[in-house]
């Protein structure tokens, strides 16, 4: 257990629909890193954020916006989605920027 | 920009053997290099990283990889398998002056045969 938590774990919602995914960061991280992972395209990095501010961004679709809250924990949003939005999204996280990175256990997203 | 090459989408081996899972990057500055492990339906494990000093890094669960700045590589080796290691593994580097996202090769499977 990496100590990243991600919920919900399964999501299975049809095509132009729009859903938020939740990272909870280990207890003392700052940074909140967003991955994707699918058959096609691998593991792709989207979005970085620390202490509640946007580090960097990545191959992120304009559809997709993310944020990190006070508390630490960050919600990526997924709108209009489609089909090839189906994917396992990772949340990691780091207690600095320059550390290594703890995945969560991903959510799955099936887009129908 | 950074790249990564994994050279081997599978490997089979059989229990007990060595393995060798071989990772190429290129970059114009000076990376961080990580490898991960994913377990079926699992999230992605940290077993080793390079950040800085001796090239030759141990990991846990008997794994170690080696640095080697000339040839830009990072291979990952294990002297015995066992079936419990049969997971795909990840390569990947970050830049530490660029936020340190990571930037991931395509995965080796490995497939431990008893």
């Known amino acids: 257990d990496s100590g990243v938590t991600q919920t919900p774990k399964h999501l299975i919602t049809a095509t132009g629909q729009r859903v938020t995914l939740r990272c909870s960061p280990r207890?003392?991280?700052?940074?909140v890193y967003w991955y994707q992972q699918s058959l096609d395209q691998g593991l792709q990095f989207l979005i970085q954020?620390?202490?509640?501010?946007?580090?960097a961004k990545g191959n992120i679709l304009e559809r997709f916006s993310a944020q990190q809250f006070p508390d630490l924990h960050s919600e990526l949003n997924l709108s209009s989605l489609e089909l090839g939005d189906s994917a396992l999204y990772f949340c990691?996280?780091?207690?600095?920027?320059?550390?290594?990175?703890?995945f969560g256990p991903g959510t799955r997203l099936t887009v129908t | 920009a950074q790249s990564v090459t994994q050279l081997d989408s599978q490997v089979p081996v059989f229990e007990e053997a060595p393995v060798e899972l071989r990772c190429n990057y290129s970059?114009?500055?000076?990376?961080?290099l990580f490898w991960y492990v994913q377990y079926p339906n699992q999230g992605l494990q940290l077993l080793l990283k390079?950040?800085?000093?001796?090239?030759l890094v141990k990991g846990i669960n008997g794994f170690e990889a080696e640095f080697n700045k000339s040839q830009t590589s990072f291979h990952l080796r294990k002297p015995s398998v066992h079936i419990s290691d049969t997971a795909e593994y990840f390569c990947?580097?970050?830049?530490?002056?660029?936020?340190?996202?990571?930037?991931f090769g395509g995965g080796t499977r490995v497939l431990v045969k008893p």
């Open positions: 990691a996280s780091s207690v600095d920027i320059n550390y290594e990175q703890y």
């Open positions: 207890s003392g991280d700052l940074s």
């Open positions: 954020y620390y202490n509640g501010e946007e580090r």
């Open positions: 970059s114009s500055v000076s990376v961080y």
């Open positions: 390079y950040l800085s000093g001796s090239t």
């Open positions: 990947a580097v970050s830049d530490p002056a660029a936020g340190n996202k990571l930037t």
